[in-house]
């Protein structure tokens, strides 16, 4: 049984700091590449970051580059987010979930960066 848990979200002002956390199990971890995704209210999911197994290969879309980060522990078996800088348009339930799978969505984290 694929399990995705999410955490660490909440609200900060605009320049502020998050890390969120995602927590896994029922599958090879390790052997898999992983994303973030976020979803804003009325808006597609769409892919943040990814990771590849071995964390050796990082990837981010446009909006994020330079201020998030990726990052694994396979020992763990967590894939966290570091994100700074960040801004209004971020706000979004976040998601993480493996690259080319169809496994069920965890619950999400709330981000929201509002002043």
């Known amino acids: 049984q694929v399990r995705l848990v999410e955490s660490g979200g909440g609200l900060v002002q605009p320049g502020g700091s998050l890390t969120l956390s995602c927590a896994v199990s029922?599958?090879?971890?390790?052997?898999?590449?992983m994303n973030w995704y976020r979803q804003a209210p009325g808006k597609e999911r769409e892919l943040v970051a990814t990771i590849g197994a071995l964390g050796l290969s990082v990837r981010y879309t446009d909006s994020v580059n330079g201020r998030f980060t990726i990052s694994r522990d396979n020992e763990k078996k967590t894939v966290s987010l570091q994100m700074d800088s960040l801004k209004p348009e971020d706000t979004a339930v976040h998601y993480c979930?493996?690259?080319?799978?169809?496994?069920?969505w965890g619950q999400g984290t709330q981000v929201t960066v509002s002043s």
């Open positions: 979930n493996v690259r080319g799978a169809q496994y069920a």
């Open positions: 029922g599958f090879a971890f390790s052997t898999r590449d």
